[in-house]
């Protein structure tokens, strides 16, 4: 009978059970734990293009396992599940996206309106920066906690930020067409088709203060025998 428990992430997979450092980050604890997880991942894909988006979902097989051989170098835990650490890597990667999108030069013809969304793109960047931040410098601050018997495994999401500042590189150098830009074709005159803007940034910090509050889901979990205090 296959369980969900072949496939978390556990030192089997550094001793022939390989696919644990992919499926590790899809399989969950419960219902509550996948919806609050995809949700998290699925926010910051819908505030860049399509193209980058695409670009940042392409580096998730490689993400994956390196955030699943960190966290065995680093963590200590019988058994990990949980795709948060991804999404923080989705998070970190689609704000460096925004905060990359570029300037017209000030004799380009291309129109005002193309030189706010682009300023605005890079606002909504640099606020989900700031957002990550504090969320990292809050469960920084915290002693971990225990839900089901589980405890939160705080390292993963920020291993996961880390590993979103080289989303945007990877996703380069995936893509044989051109960088990750967050609006990716501008239009000869007027606005792009669609740009982040101020209620974009309402919905991400929403997403984060949800987060805090019913953190006894939406963190990453992982089996430990006896429950140790993670700070």
């Given at each position: ?8 992430l ?10 644990r450092?992919?499926?590790?980050h899809?399989?969950?604890y419960?219902?509550?734990h ?15 293009e399509?193209p ?13 396992p ?9 963590a200590r ?8 650490g991804l999404?923080?890597?989705?998070w970190?990667?689609?704000?460096l ?23 605005r ?10 957002l ?9 601050k915290?002693?971990?906690?225990v ?7 705080p390292?993963?999401h920020l ?15 995936t ?6 830009n967050?609006?990716?074709e ?5 606005r792009?088709?669609r740009?982040?803007?101020?209620r974009s ?7 984060y203060?949800g ?9 990453p ?11």
């Amino acid at each position: 009978m296959v369980t969900a428990g072949q496939f978390a992430l556990t030192a089997a997979a550094l001793h022939g059970e390989w696919w644990r450092l992919w499926t590790g980050h899809f399989v969950h604890y419960d219902i509550a734990h996948l919806i609050t997880n995809a949700i998290a991942a699925v926010v910051p894909l819908a505030l860049v293009e399509r193209p980058a988006r695409r670009r940042l979902l392409l580096t998730i097989p490689i993400i994956a396992p390196a955030l699943s051989l960190g966290l065995l170098a680093f963590a200590r835990f019988d058994e990990y599940r949980g795709a948060s650490g991804l999404a923080l890597a989705l998070w970190v990667g689609a704000a460096l996206t925004l905060a990359r999108s570029g300037e017209p030069a000030f004799w380009d013809t291309r129109g005002a309106s193309v030189v706010r969304a682009a300023a605005r793109d890079r606002r909504t960047g640099y606020a989900l920066l700031v957002l990550v931040a504090a969320k990292l410098a809050m469960e920084a601050k915290g002693t971990g906690h225990v839900w089901h018997g589980v405890a939160a495994l705080p390292l993963a999401h920020l291993a996961g930020s880390l590993a979103g500042v080289f989303a945007p590189i990877l996703a380069h150098v995936t893509s044989r067409n051109r960088p990750a830009n967050a609006v990716v074709e501008w239009p000869a005159t007027g606005r792009p088709k669609r740009a982040p803007h101020a209620r974009s940034v309402g919905y991400c910090a929403g997403t984060y203060v949800g987060s805090a509050v019913v953190s006894s889901i939406t963190e990453p979990y992982a089996v430990t025998r006896p429950v140790p205090e993670i700070t």
